[in-house]
T-cell receptor
């Protein structure tokens, strides 16, 4: 099956700084790459996703880039705020919509 | 967004007993649901794909006789941990996508169920 690697496992930034989380995947058939945010005690929620026919997607302070050749994708959060503090998971999926393989997660802490 | 509800949120059982966890889609019909297992400070590990009206598809390394999945209706999937042992203690979380929203792979997660096997 698919193997998704995610780095770093923890990330601390000052409020207002940018945060970058990187993921790689192994299965070239994967074509869907979402990012989920999980706050403490809550369920994961989708924050942004990208498909393999697109190299970059942006939604306000959040952007995702995809390099299909290298099989890696990244999450970029600009102007971070304390409420961005959470665990972020990258994932990869293929033809079966919803069948996702997740990275190990990144604990992001934004200090005020 | 779509709502997925899971029950129970916490369950404690004795070793050797079986435990059933329910996952319901409340405002949409889900022909497919997904069961994940999450270890402390670790990722969501896909266990199986639950298919309404047919057998579940298990991921490599997941024992189908240990983790029985039934998807008898379009709004309910159940995971039964059979003959549970302490190593089965974990956080189990289900998810589903809303087929009424085409071309999206977004998953909606349940609240999760914390299983503790004594």
């Amino acid at each position: 099956g698919e193997n998704v690697e995610q780095h770093p496992s923890t990330l601390s930034v000052q409020e207002g700084d940018s945060a970058v989380i990187k993921c790689t995947y192994s299965d070239s058939a994967s074509n869907y790459f979402p990012w989920y945010k999980q706050e403490l005690g809550k369920r994961p929620q989708l924050i942004i996703d990208i498909r393999s026919n697109v190299g970059e997607k942006k939604d306000q302070r959040i952007a995702v880039t995809l390099n299909k050749t290298a099989k890696h994708f990244s999450l970029h959060i600009t102007e971070t705020q304390p409420e961005d503090s959470a665990v972020y998971f990258c994932a990869a999926g293929g033809s079966t919509l919803g069948r996702l393989y997740f990275g190990r997660g990144t604990q992001l802490t934004v200090w005020p | 967004g779509a709502v997925v509800s899971q029950h129970p949120s916490r369950v404690i059982c004795k070793s050797g007993t079986s435990v059933k966890i329910e996952c319901r889609s409340l405002d949409f019909q889900a022909t497919t649901m997904f069961w994940y297992r999450q270890f402390p400070k670790q990722s969501l590990m896909l266990m199986a794909t639950s298919n309404e009206g047919s057998k579940a598809t298990y991921e490599q390394g997941v024992e189908k006789d240990k983790f029985l999945i039934n998807h008898a209706s379009l709004t309910l999937s159940t995971l039964t941990v059979t003959s549970a042992h302490p190593e089965d203690s974990s956080f189990y979380i289900c998810s589903a996508r809303d087929p009424g929203v085409p071309d999206t792979g977004e998953l909606f997660f349940g609240e999760g169920s914390r299983l503790t096997v004594l």
